[in-house]
């Protein structure tokens, strides 16, 4: 074997050696690299993802004047123990879109339905439609409605139809549940005159109509 080669073999061996060794902290690094990107990614989820016990409600992210328009620019969502949320709290953002602020909110307070203005029930519906408040004292009947529903109203002595399609423009699942009904005006005045003999309006009777087609 010629001598010549000698030298050369060996710092082809020594250059190998080298790569190896430079091969296992890059090895090393992009491991590590994935694994914080792992732990990164399942601390976003967490964050993300509703704790046990934990009910999603609106709260007001700055202090809110009354008549102020409700929106993600002072409102955002958050997770709060499901005891610690008031009766009728706001769930969703889109519940309160184009509606503005009954009453003053600190930062931080929990939206509920009387923090809301009935006016903006109204958005979109013209200028024959009126919105009034119905008690209902049944809790059954309450969790059945939605916004968007169709009722007739029923007097509770011959369950004849006092108000008939009635569209349902909000719930209110409060102390003293109830639901605003969009009417024209003759029909808020019928209501009106059905309540008349029992203020609390809880005698009326509410049937809930198939959706239209």
Known sequence: MPTSSLPSRRRDRAGSGLL???RVP??????????????????RLALTRPLPGTVSVVVASESVAIGAPLGPAVLQVRELPADA??????????????RSAASVLSPGEVVT???????????GHGPEMT?????LAEPAVLSAVRAGTHVDVHSPIDGAVAVGGALVLAVW????GGVWLGLPPPGAAALAAARGADPAGG???????????
């Open 85 to 98: 949320v008031p009766e009728g709290s706001v769930h969703a953002l889109a519940s309160v879109a184009g």
């Open 131 to 135: 919105a009034i408040f119905l008690p």
């Open 26 to 43: 890059l090895r090393r690094m992009l491991a590590a690299g994935l694994a914080a990107l792992a732990v990164g990614g399942a601390a």
């Open 20 to 22: 190896a060794r430079h």
């Open 203 to 213: 005698s009326l009777i509410v049937s809930i109509l198939q959706p239209a087609g």
């Open 173 to 176: 699942s409060g102390e003293a």
């Open 113 to 123: 339905g009387a923090d809301l203005d009935a006016g903006g029930l109204l958005t």
